[in-house]
């Protein structure tokens, strides 16, 4: 499961990320890395980009970056 | 860490002379509140430049700390030291001391937002590695304990090695003087006393040094060897020579193996940023208030989208209704100190230069004022509650399916008021091609000085007649705004698969939380705004009004004022009262329009007739268009002359002459499908001194802005001869 693919309030821990894309790779810079947990909390007019919580901070991303990123779902409330 | 290679200044050497000798380089990241903070320790001892061959802001301040003074460079935001935007690779070159011109840091002042640790310590590590002394300000814990989040102070200050934290709020002042006081003893202060982060790369890149003789830094080394990629390292690599290439690429294999360099180094460093927090944040859960809950209703998709459009309609409402009735006092204000200044002095060359030259110049450049400073106080502010990077995120989706970004749609909206203002706010816009085709298609957009030339064409020829409910002049108008905004979507469109091809940027936007914005902050950036626009673009549209001002004066004819005297003493002698002085204003109406048609602008106006006689136009609208292509909302101002009406002819006697204007044939000049093409050609043109000056500006190049006049003038050229071509055919 992907980054793209959370629903509405639910967490996600990353697991592991596709890095040979550099764009995936600035977004690690600003700390999309393993271990890392997001809640996805809405989407854009027209469904992108996605925006998730970070350490309580809001970011947003599109989708087709979103996608490099594998997470397991975290229970809600967790 | 390795031995520290800083030069030493102590404070007692500083109080010498009240000039800053020692710079400390303000870093932090974007929305951090580094901007706020720079305001309240500087104060108004601040100026602005630019940095060399950039249009990079460079803010630099003095702050008085104890008896030290100290010189603040506030760096543009950036989150990591691998720079991928202009502004970014300022910030860094700033830092490592790469950057002419500035002095290189003796030390660092860095701006952790409270409420984003995570972030903000991935970019304090990197900055410790440069072995500056270095303060770190804690801002926003107000909104911190907001939020829930509480921070051990000492503990993190332990986690940094010694390093000195203060908790600041920048907006309140509250920390503030804790702060000053650790930047007075910051030049003297020890080094952290902390383990290196990454030996191996610190080795590896000190080896790399000494085999170069030191001729490029170990920690520019490091920069180069962790982000290939980046606009400053690609500049030390390139330093580093070919033959260097193949021990780059041995070292990094050694280093990262098959692991991209950059990946690498984010895995690192927040792996020790997740130990600090663990260890020194507690998070309670966030208070909840009716003020959070409508924020975070705010956030989803369709009350957002809402909210975007409610905030769009305040800000152009307020853009025309505010500024309007100001600029019209302007506007009334020039024209009545011209003719006094013209009724103090004997009539001649001085007197035209000073009313209708000088006045009049200064005047058409003050006439922008209202506009823009309504407009930045709007976008500041809006900047600065964080709402800015949410309405880009929220309409991201719909502008890049026409070319642009979601940064765009200020810039594109603002343009409907002025171009100016609208090209001036790209700089929001971090792509640098997202932001050029901003530029390109603002222009496009109906601005406040069409308008006028809109409702006198209208007025007079397209009749005041519905269809059902649908008023015809009132189709006309939105189908001129309709025209603008698909010219300007389809130029960005045509931009992004020709010039400005390239891959898309990626889209990520930290979405800082709503707050209030500064009074003191958003004064300050207003006051920046206006004056880089009165010093830059200013000169160029007093420049150019002198100009055409002259072109059209010169050269007098003898002639035409020998006539104008002898039939003014005709109709003196027999002439009495209202009929006198209604016939003398006449032929001095008369006499004007007679120099301007023997004038340069007269002459160049029918030496251009055959260019424009395919369009429909005689000499007198081709003067027109020529005049008015600084600023065309001086076309009708010479109509008004070139039609004998005086240069200040209400739209309904101008519109009855225009009417009545024939060729000498007594075909009608002005036909329908004549108007239409020249509404056409209005809507398309770039006749706008200001905003060339500014497109020039803002991408630091000739080539943009001569490249979209010529552009626009094709485009509204072959627009006016189709319709007219074939509405007369």
């Excluded at chain 2, 009132?474 to 603008?484: D, Q, R, S, T």
Aim: charged share 15%.
């Amino acid at each position: 499961m992907t980054l793209a693919s959370l629903g509405r309030g639910q967490k996600g821990v990353i697991r592991a990320i596709d890095t040979s894309d550099p764009m995936v790779q600035r977004l690690m810079v600003l700390g999309l890395v393993e271990g890392a947990e997001l809640e996805y909390s809405s989407a854009a007019i027209g469904g992108d980009p996605l925006e998730f919580r970070l350490f309580g901070n809001a970011i947003s991303l599109r989708k087709e970056q979103a996608r490099h990123f594998t997470v397991s779902p975290l229970p809600n409330g967790g | 860490m390795a031995k520290p290679s800083v030069t030493r200044v102590s404070v007692d050497q500083i109080t010498v002379s009240r000039r800053p000798s020692v710079s400390i380089a303000v870093v932090g990241n974007p929305n951090s509140g580094k901007s706020t903070l720079f305001n309240r320790l500087t104060g108004l001892r601040q100026r602005t430049a630019n940095y060399p061959g950039a249009t990079v802001e460079k803010h630099v301040g003095t702050a008085t700390a104890g008896k030290a003074v100290l010189e603040l460079i506030d760096l543009p935001g950036t989150f990591s030291l691998s720079a991928h935007s202009t502004e970014e690779r300022i910030a860094v070159d700033v830092i490592l001391g790469r950057m002419p011109g500035t002095n290189p840091p003796a030390g660092i002042l860095a701006v952790v937002d409270m409420t984003n640790l995570y972030q903000g310590l991935y970019l304090v590590q990197q900055l410790m590695e440069l072995e500056l002394p270095m303060v770190v300000a804690l801002t926003m814990s107000d909104a911190a304990d907001l939020k829930g989040l509480r921070v051990d102070i000492d503990a993190l200050q332990a986690r940094l090695g010694g390093v000195t934290v203060c908790p600041v709020v920048a907006t309140t002042g509250q920390g503030i003087k804790a702060l000053r006081q650790a930047l007075a003893e910051l030049p003297g202060s020890p080094q952290p006393d902390l383990p290196a982060f990454w030996p191996e790369l610190n080795k590896a890149a000190e080896q790399l040094s000494a085999e170069l003789q030191g001729s490029v830094r170990r920690i520019e080394i490091e920069r180069a060897l962790l982000d290939g990629s980046g606009e400053t390292e690609q500049e030390i690599l390139g330093r580093l020579g070919k033959d260097r290439d193949e021990r780059v690429g041995e070292v990094r294999r050694e280093l990262f193996g098959d692991e991209p360099p950059l990946a690498r180094e984010a895995r690192y460093r927040y792996k020790w940023v997740r130990e600090i927090l663990d260890e020194v944040q507690q998070r309670a859960p966030p208070l909840t208030t009716w003020g959070s809950r409508f924020i975070a209703w705010l956030n989803r998709p369709v009350p957002g989208t809402i909210g975007l459009f409610v905030v769009m309609a305040i800000v152009f409402q307020a853009v025309f209704a505010w500024a309007t009735p100001m600029m019209d006092a302007i506007d009334a204000g020039t024209v009545a100190l011209g003719s006094f200044l013209a009724s103090q002095m004997p009539e001649g060359a001085l007197a035209s230069l000073l009313s209708d030259g000088i006045v009049a110049g200064v005047g058409s450049v003050i006439v922008f004022l209202p506009q823009i400073m309504i407009l930045f106080l709007f976008i500041i502010l809006l900047e600065d509650s964080g709402y800015l990077a949410r309405a880009a995120y929220l309409m991201d989706r719909v502008m890049r399916s026409v070319g642009l970004s979601g940064q765009s749609i200020i810039p594109m909206i603002s343009s409907f008021a002025c171009a100016v203002p609208g090209i001036m706010a790209t700089r929001v816009i971090p792509n640098r091609r997202d932001r050029i085709a901003t530029m390109l298609a603002a222009p496009f957009m109906t601005c406040s000085a069409r308008l006028p030339v809109y409702a006198l064409l209208i007025a007079a020829f397209v009749p005041a007649e519905s269809i059902g409910w649908i008023n015809l002049q009132g189709l006309v108008l939105l189908g001129l705004y309709l025209l603008g905004i698909f010219a300007g979507v389809l130029t960005a469109l045509l931009l992004r698969v020709t010039a400005l091809r390239g891959p898309k940027p990626p889209f990520a936007l930290m979405l800082p939380e709503f707050r209030k914005p500064n009074l003191r902050t958003v004064l300050m950036q207003l006051w920046g705004r206006v004056k880089v626009f009165l010093r830059r673009a200013g000169t160029v549209i007093f420049a150019v009004a002198v100009i055409v001002w002259a072109l059209a004066y010169y050269p007098r004819s003898d002639t035409v004022a020998w006539e104008l005297a002898e039939q003014q003493a005709v109709a003196e002698a027999s002439l009495t009262g209202g009929a006198l002085s209604e016939a003398l204003q006449g032929l001095e109406h008369q006499a004007a329009a007679d120099q301007l048609a023997q004038s340069w602008l007269g002459r160049a106006g029918q030496a251009v007739e055959p260019v424009f006689r395919p369009l429909g136009w005689d000499w007198k609208i081709s003067a027109a268009v020529i005049a008015g292509f600084p600023a065309r909302e001086v076309v009708i101002a010479v109509l008004g002359t070139v039609y004998a009406l005086g240069d200040a002819a209400d739209e309904a006697t101008l519109a009855q002459r225009l009417k009545s204007a024939t060729w000498p044939d007594g075909a009608p000049v002005f036909t329908l499908p004549m108007v239409f093409g020249l509404l056409i050609f209005y809507a398309c043109c770039l006749q706008c001194a200001a905003t060339l000056a500014v497109i020039q500006r803002e991408t630091n190049s000739w080539r943009w802005p001569v490249f979209a006049w010529f552009y626009m003038s094709t485009i509204g050229y072959v627009g006016a001869l189709l319709v007219y071509q074939l509405g007369s055919g």
